[in-house]
């Protein structure tokens, strides 16, 4: 009978502690993951020469750690961008707001978060700024470089056989026409609404609204809390705490990501040698950096248009 009574115990001690060791536990390990995203925004990361580039690879990889790591209650995105590409700023808030669906993101800006860097910040739940921090720039550029006096200046003449009429237009090899700037400032424009409509819906304003404010200017963090572009002014701490709050957690410990950086090797294997090859011989035939800048721009066959400050 003793027996017996002394295995009852033991099983509902054994269920209790089943019950309240894991509640415990989850409230010691909650948790705020803190993810930095520096650098310009860009399909593919850059080389060794060039730095560290957001792109929606590594963004993803970071959320989805974040994501599925059951002690994290909350993510702080702590952004460092002028901004960069269009289609990779779009393919990160995508993966912004699908992460966004199960844990709260608070945007922390650092001392620039603008253009592009503002786009991918739009949706979060909550933005903390700076005072001092340097974002807005709502807007889109596309640039199409103009060579052909470059070719004339080192007797280059360029012989173009086409099928469709503007199939050289993004070339560079010679002046637009006015019909194919009119066209290339048409898809401009798209790429301006749909920022506008980003914004807009991110932050709970009217498209009005925005569009007044999207004319490509900087705003300084102070700025930027009266337009309602950003929620809180405040550092890391401040979106820190905002991001408890959310996430209804009290005293959490907090997880700094460290950034994945390319080795050495990998920096290496990442150089086109073959550009660095035709660099060198654009050297020695006497061109200067100016013109050999000029020259590897046109090595993108197609404009690239950007959510990008330009300073």
Known sequence: MVKRKLIITGVVALLVVAILVPSSCALAGDKIAVIPLSGSIAAESTSLFYGQAITPELVKEQLDKAEQDMAVKAIVLRIESPGGVVAPCQEILGEIEEVKQSKPIVVSMGSMAASGGYYISARADKIVALPGTLTGSIGVISQIPN?????????????????????????????????????????????????????AEGRGLSKEEVRELATGQLYIGTQAKELGLVDELGGLDTAIDLAAQLAGVE?????????????????????????????????????????????????????????????
């Open 147 to 199: 060579v052909e006096g470059l070719f004339e200046k080192i007797g280059i003449e360029m012989e173009t056989f086409k099928g469709g009429k503007y199939k050289d237009m993004y070339s560079g090899f010679r002046a637009m026409t006015p019909e194919e700037k009119e066209i290339m400032q048409e898809m401009t424009d798209e790429y301006y609404e749909q920022f506008i409509d980003v914004v």
């Open 251 to 311: 005293a959490p410990s907090v997880e700094y990501y460290k950034p994945k950086r390319p080795s050495l090797l990998e920096s290496l294997l990442g150089l086109d040698l073959g550009n660095l090859i035709d660099i060198v011989q654009m050297r020695l035939l006497g061109l200067s950096g100016q013109d050999i800048v000029l020259l590897e721009t046109l090595s993108h066959t197609y404009p690239q248009p950007q959510y990008l400050y330009q300073s």
